[in-house]
């Protein structure tokens, strides 16, 4: 099989489109569509459906699918380990987590990492959904939770605790709690149902209460940064992890003595990574960033 066809193939795959595709490749959507009419007569197989709103794959079309990006995928981790200085780290690193600790905790303290080499440069991808690093979707991930794929090597970076706060004004207007059951009387701003991959986040919906039977929220929002604004503005209380620290000052805290779940934080990559300098240099430098937090 031509190489050059199944980049445009996977492209085509990728995108659903010729058109996109060819966007994609700098190529004319009819350069495109005889590049995978002469695949598929040299297969002699179809690899889509052509349809009026798109192009779906075939099943033989989905199997070459996911050979071809597993292909890539490896090209794509060797290129970056042979371009990597053996001398001293370079080249592009691909981190991932979750919005919250990417927007609030990692972005900020990134100039720190850039200075110190500045033969890296960084693509930072910010979900709340796990990207496959098996597949090269990024190079690590900063997970609130174990990982669950094959191949991967990860370490843990902390724990995240939780404090529970609200604006001053607000205090002043609604009092404090004085027991995890006196939240039944105030006003809770939480995830709700659309929330990241961290256990137990809308804990505080449920402390002091029956399993199963948990507190409405006066408000949910599915942005943590938005959350704290809430919060700052006077809507109500809510639950924010220590990480936060600076963010949350002039808040007030509440039930200091309440237990709440902790987080488990970790450095995951590839196991083919595992002497990539890059890594090795981004790792000890989130560790040390952590260890001024204990």
Excluded at 116 to 123: E, N
């Amino acid at each position: 099989m031509d190489w050059d066809k199944l980049r445009v193939f996977h492209a085509v795959a990728e995108a659903g489109s010729f058109t996109h595709a060819g966007d994609t490749l700098n190529l004319s959507q009819s350069a495109v569509s005889r590049q995978i009419s002469a695949l598929e007569e040299a297969l002699a197989v179809p690899l889509f459906h052509r349809h009026a709103r798109g192009l779906i794959l075939t099943e033989q079309g989905e199997a070459l699918n996911r050979t071809v990006r597993e292909v890539f995928a490896k090209l794509a981790m060797t290129e970056a380990l042979l371009t990597e200085s053996k001398e001293k780290p370079a080249g592009r690193l691909k981190v991932t987590t979750t919005v919250a600790f990417g927007a609030t905790w990692l972005a900020p303290r990134l100039q720190g990492f850039l200075s110190a080499y500045p033969d890296v440069s960084m693509t930072l991808l910010l979900e709340d959904t796990d990207l496959d690093l098996a597949m090269r979707e990024a190079d690590v991930a900063i997970r609130m939770h174990p990982h669950k794929q094959p191949d991967l090597v990860q370490r843990h970076l902390m724990t995240i605790n939780w404090n529970i706060l609200a604006s001053a004004e607000y205090v002043q207007r609604h009092g404090k709690p004085q027991r995890a059951e006196d939240l039944d009387q105030h006003r809770l701003v939480l995830f709700g149902e659309y929330h990241p991959p961290v256990a137990d986040i809308n804990w505080l919906a449920e402390a002091g209460r029956r399993p199963g039977n948990p507190r409405r929220a006066l408000l949910e929002v599915n942005s943590l940064k938005a959350i704290l604004e809430a919060v700052r503005s006077g809507i109500g209380i809510a639950a924010l992890p220590d990480y936060m620290g600076p963010e949350t000052e002039g808040l007030v805290l509440l039930l200091p003595e309440l237990k709440s779940p902790k987080v488990d934080v970790f450095f995951v990559y590839p196991e083919e990574l595992r002497h990539s300098k890059r890594v090795a240099v981004f790792r000890d430098f989130l560790l040390a960033r952590l260890a001024e937090l204990a």
